[in-house]
């Protein structure tokens, strides 16, 4: 009670200092008011939009901005004085990114009967340690079976985008076109050699020592070619490479090589960049690369 009457007392301040301070302080007061509230919403309004702006499309048709204006709307426009049902609408917001998880994985949830559990809970005169131990046990190992199919849900659906992008038109067309570009380079070099993965090579010039192996390290000298000849990247000054930071075409050829060793990397899409490739780069999905590749130095892994 003494909490109420003093809020009440501060009010009751701050109401007279109010009154007293005239028409002008008012005014001036609502402007600064208007001013930040304006401004408070133009720049995250701003912010979010520019998020926005960068998800793919198929995102952009579940998330339409009606939607999100309408529950932005919903929730600033509550009473904050309502503070039981602010913390109450918080939780219900955290809730309900787990469910949507759950029935994404394809797990029906019952959202009434997850609201009943939770009231009936929540409204206990009191809960035994023994209780909550038993619950949270049991609760444990269904989430551990839920969490298994929202991890199958996900599996599925990268493999499902990943065959998608290895039968578009252009992941086949470049998938062809690499691999006959490296059928016609062995006809006519018989000194290009390929391995078990499908790595072409062309030794160039033996080094010396030890070679890099698949842990060790190398500055090296490279260009990197598409093979319609556009030099994609290039390193002429030397740089450290590890065949483990690498794509694994590159890594498999780094990892033959020893110092002095200057070779030619032909490598098919799946050993390169995939099907996801590296639009920045101009990498097509599924495009064969064409390394000349120089190791200056070596530190043979151990």
Same mark, same amino acid.
């Given at each position: 009670?003494?909490?109420?009457?003093?809020?009440?007392?501060?009010?009751?301040?701050?109401?007279?200092?109010?009154?007293?301070?005239?028409?002008?302080?008012?005014?001036?007061?609502?402007?600064?008011?208007?001013?930040?509230?304006?401004?408070?919403?133009?720049?995250?309004?701003?912010?979010?939009? %520019?998020?926005?702006?960068?998800?793919?499309?198929?995102?952009? *048709? @579940?998330?339409? $901005? #009606?939607? !999100?204006?309408?529950?932005?709307?919903?929730?600033?426009?509550?009473?904050?004085?309502?503070?039981?049902?602010?913390?109450?609408?918080?939780?219900?917001?955290?809730?309900?990114?787990?469910?949507?998880?759950?029935?994404?994985?394809?797990?029906?949830?019952?959202?009434?009967?997850?609201?009943?559990?939770?009231?009936?809970?929540?409204?206990?005169?009191?809960?035994?340690?023994?209780?909550?131990?038993?619950?949270?046990?049991?609760?444990?190992?269904?989430?551990?079976?839920?969490?298994?199919?929202?991890?199958?849900?996900?599996?599925?659906?990268?493999?499902?985008?990943?065959?998608?992008?290895?039968? %578009?038109?252009?992941?086949?067309?470049?998938?062809?076109?690499? *691999? @006959?570009?490296? $059928? #016609?380079? !062995?006809?006519?070099?018989?000194?290009?050699?390929?391995?078990?993965?499908?790595?072409?090579?062309?030794?160039?010039?033996?080094?010396?020592?030890?070679?890099?192996?698949?842990?060790?390290?190398?500055?090296?000298?490279?260009?990197?070619?598409?093979?319609?000849?556009?030099?994609?990247?290039?390193?002429?000054?030397?740089?450290?490479?590890?065949?483990?930071?690498?794509?694994?075409?590159?890594?498999?050829?780094?990892?033959?090589?020893?110092?002095?060793?200057?070779?030619?990397?032909?490598?098919?899409?799946?050993?390169?960049?995939?099907?996801?490739?590296?639009?920045?780069?101009?990498?097509?999905?599924?495009?064969?690369?064409?390394?000349?590749?120089?190791?200056?130095?070596?530190?043979?892994?151990?």
């Amino acid at each position: 009670m003494k909490k109420i009457l003093a809020v009440c007392g501060i009010a009751a301040t701050l109401l007279a200092s109010s009154c007293s301070n005239g028409g002008s302080s008012a005014a001036a007061d609502q402007g600064f008011a208007d001013s930040l509230s304006s401004y408070l919403g133009m720049t995250q309004g701003m912010r979010l939009s %520019s998020d926005y702006n960068t998800i793919p499309d198929d995102q952009k *048709a @579940a998330l339409k $901005k #009606d939607d !999100i204006l309408r529950g932005f709307k919903q929730v600033i426009m509550t009473d904050t004085t309502q503070q039981g049902y602010l913390t109450g609408l918080s939780f219900g917001l955290q809730l309900a990114g787990q469910l949507y998880r759950y029935e994404q994985a394809g797990i029906p949830v019952d959202r009434a009967k997850v609201y009943e559990a939770y009231s009936k809970a929540f409204n206990s005169d009191s809960i035994s340690v023994e209780e909550m131990r038993e619950a949270q046990t049991t609760f444990q190992m269904l989430a551990q079976q839920a969490q298994q199919k929202i991890m199958e849900y996900y599996q599925a659906q990268e493999e499902a985008a990943k065959a998608a992008k290895e039968n %578009s038109p252009e992941a086949k067309e470049n998938k062809e076109k690499g *691999a @006959a570009f490296i $059928k #016609d380079a !062995i006809a006519k070099d018989p000194s290009i050699k390929t391995t078990e993965s499908g790595l072409a090579y062309k030794v160039i010039s033996e080094g010396t020592g030890e070679t890099v192996g698949k842990t060790g390290n190398a500055v090296v000298k490279y260009k990197g070619q598409l093979i319609d000849g556009t030099v994609f990247d290039s390193n002429d000054q030397g740089v450290t490479l590890s065949p483990r930071g690498t794509v694994p075409g590159f890594a498999e050829g780094l990892a033959m090589m020893n110092k002095g060793a200057k070779y030619v990397l032909y490598i098919p899409g799946e050993l390169a960049y995939g099907v996801d490739g590296q639009p920045q780069a101009g990498i097509g999905p599924n495009s064969t690369l064409v390394f000349e590749v120089e190791a200056v130095e070596v530190t043979p892994g151990k």
